[in-house]
């Protein structure tokens, strides 16, 4: 059976989609959902949407004289944009004609557009203005597996729309894995097998030593045992790896590493072999778009490519016979331990292993050096993002695009209710949430609105906007960024000693921990300005400064000073007063604060938690009155890290929604001629004002 064919649409015969086309059309014609399951380089991303147009979608809808569009999402900008640029390509047509594509800070959609190709950030973001999608009579999920947030919220959104839009046709796309939760989700939804055009892939098992790395607790280094750190050098590895290839014949070299960081250090290695005709290019979602078509586009010679993982599923780079897999990814996860979205660099999953080996058995046999051999013990699946992030940051945007209650809302994988219940006391806390209301939506407050437009974690986000009015946007968004990453500083044993010596100049005569970070980050990038990318990272491993964990800061930083700009935030060029900064940390952590007792020698906390501030603090030798503390830490005890003194007046303005006020009954004051009543005022049981005398009011 031939696939549907209209004017000017051909499907390419190669692609291993292309004889399932008529069946997948078929099933569109009975179903209103298709979830088609294929690998990436099986040609679903760039013929389902052609398949839709040929099929008459994107039509105008009746008694109308506007055609509907057909909406492709993609999980990546850099995705978006190359998918919609290969389509256009293959209709033999201009981007921004019938096929266009809309991403952050660029629309290529014009008046004939039917086709429309973005990310799924972006169709969720629709759903505030055109709550039944109208503009839409086709909407096609791509890499459903990924199974990030926004996914998560279409798919449950698009779940509670099909009763009221019976016309809407909904195609989901996945990888070859876990497709019968997508199917049960939508009612038995038929799934569509399409086989990729694997090769065999010989593994090869190239694995880096390592040691395990155990800071004590209080320590300026880790509060607990790290993970395990590889005493070999990545990058070294990643060139052997290179090496070895390279001698096994042609052909191009796909190397996975974690981020933009990595890859820098990475290409300035791989550089400096000086292979004979080879190039060396970066992949990762922020580089320009000249960049990224150099992918796409490749010369006679070896081309060695250097990708985070954007490369996995998203997109196919051509011509690769070979990949190199250092076997890790920044992967988004909340600490309940830590109150903050962290962005570490763990294993990937068994199911991303594979992915990415696959990338170079599509044009020939591959070979695929893996840099590690724990493969077994690493889980299946990555978590979906809903069950591994901070879920204040679910119930904000739930409240901003009022999508209801998180109980009722169609999830695939249903949130724990108390973990719910934790997201919306924190969003009071914050200041996004009003205290009480049956309505998630009607409770969001000015405040939060804003706050939901900030993709970070909520406590992050209150900071930087405190910091906006206080005039500390430069040094907030330093501390905010280091806030989710581990201490860099490492103390490693044997070589305490000497390790304390390298780090005491950012701790003398600093007046909190938050000066010690912006000491520390300000000599970073100092030594990184003045030297190469190798002399940087011996430098750094040679004062004990973990240069994994600085990669983290710094690419964190650089995606919280993006979100400032784009909000509008001003960045001050003068250093802020202390006061200023200490004020902003705190409109983030109210529950962090801690009242000094000087009989047991430690601070009272929220809700009666007791905690010390770690030894390492610049604030343990002599502890103020008051602090509030970025981290609460358990190992022993209840640690306090990365202080600073506050002023309790300060926590009552910025608390003033949370704070508890009891007043006295009224007496007269003869001196003031008047009735006066004495107020207490406390914070999560802690007494910022004992009591004061203040005039009764009726």
Same mark, same amino acid.
């Given at each position: ?27 569109? +014609? ?20 052609? /398949? ?29 944009? *190359? ?12 981007? #921004? ?30 759903? =505030? ?20 947030? *926004? ?31 997508? =199917? ?36 300026? #280094? ?22 070895? /290839? ?61 990708? *985070? ?25 909340? &600490? ?54 901070? @879920? ?68 992050? #986000? ?97 995606? @919280? ?47 009666? &938690? ?5 030894? %390492? ?17 358990? *190992?022993?005890?209840?640690? %306090? ?30 001196? +003031? ?11 999560? %049981? ?13």
């Amino acid at each position: 059976m031939s696939p549907p064919d209209a004017v000017g649409i051909t499907y390419p015969a190669d692609l291993p989609i292309t004889e399932r086309l008529a069946e997948i059309a078929s099933a569109m +014609r009975t179903n209103s959902v298709v979830i088609v399951a294929g690998e990436t380089g099986s040609g679903k991303s760039t013929q389902l949407p052609k /398949l839709c147009l040929a099929l008459g979608r994107a039509a105008a809808p009746e008694g109308s004289t506007r055609r509907a569009m057909i909406a492709h999402t993609q999980p990546r900008r850099l995705a978006a944009r *190359t998918v919609a640029e290969r389509i256009a390509a293959e209709l033999g047509e201009p981007v #921004g004609g019938r096929v266009g594509y809309a991403v952050r800070f660029t629309d290529r959609v014009g008046p004939d557009t039917q086709l429309k190709v973005m990310t799924d950030g972006l169709l969720l973001a629709e759903i =505030a203005r055109d709550r039944d999608l109208r503009r839409y009579d086709t909407v096609i999920i791509d890499e459903a597996h990924e199974r990030s947030l *926004t996914i998560d919220f279409l798919l449950g959104y698009l779940h509670r729309l099909l009763p009221r839009r019976p016309d809407l046709k909904l195609l989901i796309t996945s990888a070859t894995i876990d497709t019968a939760r997508f =199917a049960a989700h939508f009612g038995g939804a038929p799934v569509v097998e399409v086989s990729g055009r694997s090769y065999p892939v010989e593994l090869r098992y190239r694995p880096l030593g390592s040691v395990l790395d155990s800071g004590a607790p209080g320590d300026a #280094g880790d509060a607990e045992p790290d993970a395990t750190v590889s005493t070999t050098d990545p990058v070294e590895a990643v060139c052997d790896a290179v090496q070895e /290839l390279c001698a096994e014949g042609p052909g191009d070299v796909l190397v996975f590493l974690a981020g933009e960081r990595e890859i820098h250090d990475t290409a300035a290695a791989v550089r400096d072999l000086a292979l004979p005709d080879t190039e060396v290019l970066p992949l990762y979602a922020r580089l320009s778009s000249a960049e990224q078509h150099r992918i796409f586009q490749p010369g006679p010679g070896r081309r060695i490519v250097l990708a *985070t993982n954007v490369a996995e599923t998203s997109i196919t780079v051509p011509r690769v016979r070979y990949v190199v897999d250092v076997g890790t990814a920044r992967i988004s996860r909340y &600490s309940r331990r830590l109150k903050v979205q962290r962005l570490p660099i763990e294993p990937v999953s068994q199911a991303s292993a594979a992915q990415r080996a696959g990338r170079c058995g599509r044009v020939a046999p591959g070979i695929c050096i893996r840099l590690y051999d724990d493969l077994a013990a690493r889980p299946a699946f990555t978590d979906p993002e809903i069950l591994r992030t901070n @879920l204040a940051s679910v119930v904000l945007q739930m409240a901003a695009l009022r999508l209801g209650e998180p109980r009722d809302f169609p999830f695939l994988d249903r949130p724990d209710p108390r973990a719910v219940a934790d997201g919306i006391a924190l969003l009071v806390e914050l200041g996004a949430l009003r205290p009480e209301g049956s309505d998630l939506a009607a409770r969001l407050t000015p405040l939060g609105r804003r706050l939901a437009r900030l993709p970070v974690d909520p406590r992050l #986000g209150r900071m930087i906007l405190e910091a906006d009015r206080l005039g500390c946007v430069r040094e907030l968004t330093v501390l905010a960024a280091a806030l989710p990453i581990q201490d860099p500083r490492e103390r490693p044993a044997g070589a305490e000693q000497a390790a304390a010596e390298a780090h005491r100049r950012f701790s003398t005569d600093a007046a909190s921990d938050a000066e010690v970070l912006l000491r520390l980050w300000d000599y970073v990038r100092s030594v990184q300005k003045s030297s190469s990318a190798n002399q940087f990272r011996k430098r750094l491993r040679a004062e004990f400064l973990h240069v994994q964990r600085i990669r983290e800061w710094q690419d964190l930083h650089r995606q @919280l000073r993006q979100v400032a700009t784009d909000l509008g935030l001003r960045a001050n060029t003068e250093p802020a007063h202390p006061d200023h900064v200490a004020q902003a940390l705190l409109s983030g952590l109210l529950s962090h604060v801690g009242l000094r007792d000087e009989a047991k020698r430690d601070f009272l906390g929220a809700r009666q &938690s007791r905690f010390a501030l770690v030894p %390492g603090s610049v604030l343990a030798r002599r502890p103020p009155r008051w602090v509030v503390a970025a981290e609460l830490v358990e *190992t022993n005890r209840l640690w %306090g890290r990365h202080a600073v003194r506050i002023q309790p007046e300060w926590a009552e303005r910025l608390g003033d929604h949370v704070v508890h006020r009891s007043v006295s009954p009224p007496q007269w004051d003869r001196d +003031r001629g008047a009735a006066t009543v004495v107020e207490r005022v406390s914070l999560y %049981g802690l007494p910022l004002v004992p009591a004061r005398t203040i005039p009764y009011a009726r």
